[in-house]
């Protein structure tokens, strides 16, 4: 890409007079930096590494002196719309499918994307993730984003991937966690799914046209729970009535609430939160470190205990090493 055309792209004013005329592509990570590469610096105390790397154009929001003159220095006014602005202009030269999707059915593409022959490229909140790969961008990719605001500003014509109209039969709820049911005359025996996430499983089972290995589901992490016996020690699948859910997602925390408290109206549910939480009202305990959540785990009798702002995999090895503690006396 020429600097000029660079610079009308993301309306930015040239500060110097570059004896380089072009760029290759754009880097935001300046470990990543390739000779010839623009880089977007969203922290001005990244740029020496970039220049010393080998960018030919710098893009910054913040003064910064011009420590090698022959490279382009351009100035902008917002370093993120300059970025957005490049990406919708790089991806415009491909022909692309761009889904909005809800988090459940997002977690679940990943989980099987690298099963399919479809090309299938996530956009996470963090556009800098993206950048890492959009080199790799080819014609018929599809690209698959939670956000439906930074889709649209990337890419036009966004679809909405999630299919309500989707119905299943015979269904049986096992657990909580566990179902059965038929869909298009196929008998889905014992998923390790919960109920309220089923039509995501179909919209990603019908898109992916695929025969689906039914036991990755074993990993996929929303409404999975973590069983434990009296002594907060994690056991099989299913070997206990206590057990841990964990959600950092608040766009699913309503629903999987709500789940719950109808299905698990007989027992007791210990709600914890690493801050306030409005779906939750009184009943939540907020907790602000991993000490404070154990100890709210032992001091309290409990069957469930739904957990806001906690990742399942601290929790798990939290609680493994409580374990390894515990055996030691």
Not at 139 to 148: V, W
Not at 266 to 294: F, P, R
Not at 302 to 309: E, K, R, S, W
């Amino acid at each position: 890409m020429q600097i000029s055309s660079l610079i009308d792209i993301i309306d930015g004013r040239l500060l110097n007079s570059p004896s380089i005329s072009f760029i290759y592509s754009f880097k935001t990570d300046p470990t990543k930096v390739n000779e010839g590469d623009l880089f977007i610096a969203k922290t001005i105390n990244d740029i020496p590494l970039a220049v010393e790397n080998g960018a030919f154009a710098i893009v910054t929001q913040e003064v910064h002196p011009i420590i090698d003159k022959e490279i382009a220095w351009i100035k902008v006014l917002d370093i993120d719309l300059s970025l957005i602005q490049l990406i919708r202009f790089k991806l415009a030269n491909y022909s692309l499918q761009a889904y909005i999707c809800n988090s459940a059915t997002y977690g679940l593409l990943k989980l099987y994307s690298n099963s399919s022959s479809k090309n299938l490229k996530f956009l996470s909140n963090d556009l800098n993730d993206f950048i890492k790969n959009i080199d790799d961008i080819q014609d018929n990719d599809i690209l698959i984003s939670k956000d439906k605001e930074l889709l649209e500003k990337i890419y036009p014509n966004v679809n909405l991937f999630n299919k309500n109209n989707l119905s299943y039969e015979n269904l049986v709820e096992h657990s909580l966690f566990e179902v059965s049911f038929t869909y298009k005359n196929i008998y889905f025996s014992k998923l390790r799914l919960s109920k309220i996430y089923i039509t995501d499983f179909l919209s990603v089972y019908d898109f992916l046209d695929l025969e689906l290995d039914l036991s990755k589901l074993k990993t996929f992490k929303y409404f999975k729970p973590l069983f434990l016996d009296k002594s907060l020690e994690i056991i099989e699948f299913g070997k206990s009535d206590k057990f841990i859910i964990t959600q950092n997602d608040n766009s699913l925390v309503k629903n999987e609430i709500n789940y719950l408290k109808n299905r698990f109206t007989y027992a007791k549910t210990l709600y914890l939160t690493s801050k306030y939480n409005s779906n939750l009202g009184s009943k939540q305990t907020i907790v602000k470190t991993m000490d404070e959540l154990k100890k709210a785990l032992k001091e309290n009798s409990f069957n469930a205990a739904y957990i806001i702002g906690f990742k399942y995999d601290d929790i798990s090895k939290a609680l493994q090493k409580l374990e390894k503690q515990a055996s030691l006396f």
